[in-house]
């Protein structure tokens, strides 16, 4: 009787949970606000957003191919490069990810220059970031998922601005970005 009485209450996000992620995408990008953001479908094509399409020839093994080296090089270049997970992601657990960048600074010989501490949005935590080098960078987002800007919006939203202003995520002591 009370799952009957909450299924009354359930939106189009709360509805089942989709592990692979297809339908928040397509109920993301199609939210009218997100697309303006993106300033995507300027021309208000009266089809939805899909992420089929036959234009890209992606591969089911695309997903094995090892990044490291794509990554090294990036680094090398001296290009900004910055590596973030929810710290709430059961697709790409931040655990990996944090090793993997923490594998590539030590293949790089790069030594941390902000250790493992917390970042700040608005006077709450939003995640922990650490920092190897001038140019490579660890954040988590606190109470995101695989999609952190579905999940948390505002934090996406503070971590995307230190990002594009190359500026470090601001701490208890820093001002905040924005």
Same mark, same amino acid.
């Given at each position: 009787?009370?799952?009957?009485?909450?299924?009354?209450?359930?939106?189009?996000?709360?509805?089942?949970?989709?592990?692979?992620?297809?339908?928040?995408?397509?109920?993301?990008?199609?939210?009218?606000?997100?697309?303006?953001?993106?300033?995507?479908?300027?021309?208000?094509?009266?089809?939805?957003?899909? !992420?089929?399409?036959?234009?890209?020839?992606?591969?089911?093994?695309?997903?094995?191919?090892? !990044?490291?080296?794509?990554?090294?090089?990036?680094?090398?270049?001296?290009?900004?490069?910055?590596?973030?997970s929810g710290d709430q992601d059961s697709v790409v657990p931040l655990?990996?990810?944090?090793?993997?960048?923490?594998?590539?600074?030590?293949? !790089?010989?790069?030594?941390?220059?902000?250790?493992?501490?917390?970042?700040?949005?608005?006077?709450?935590?939003?995640?922990?970031?650490?920092?190897?080098?001038?140019?490579?960078?660890?954040?988590?987002?606190?109470?995101?998922?695989? !999609?952190?800007?579905?999940?948390?919006?505002?934090?996406?939203?503070?971590?995307?601005?230190?990002?594009?202003?190359?500026?470090?995520?601001?701490?208890?002591?820093?001002?905040?970005?924005?």
């Amino acid at each position: 009787m009370q799952e009957l009485r909450l299924r009354q209450f359930a939106t189009k996000i709360s509805v089942g949970v989709d592990v692979c992620m297809s339908y928040e995408r397509f109920f993301y990008f199609n939210l009218p606000e997100v697309q303006q953001a993106l300033h995507a479908n300027r021309t208000h094509l009266k089809y939805q957003w899909s !992420m089929c399409s036959d234009f890209l020839n992606y591969s089911n093994t695309d997903g094995n191919i090892d !990044m490291l080296p794509t990554l090294q090089r990036i680094v090398e270049r001296k290009i900004p490069l910055w590596v973030f997970s929810g710290d709430q992601d059961s697709v790409v657990p931040l655990l990996g990810s944090r090793s993997l960048v923490r594998e590539l600074a030590h293949t !790089m010989g790069l030594h941390v220059t902000v250790p493992y501490s917390t970042w700040f949005r608005k006077g709450q935590v939003g995640g922990w970031v650490t920092e190897y080098g001038n140019f490579l960078t660890f954040a988590t987002v606190r109470g995101a998922s695989h !999609m952190v800007p579905f999940a948390q919006p505002d934090r996406a939203l503070g971590l995307f601005r230190s990002i594009v202003l190359g500026r470090r995520l601001p701490n208890a002591t820093s001002p905040p970005i924005g």
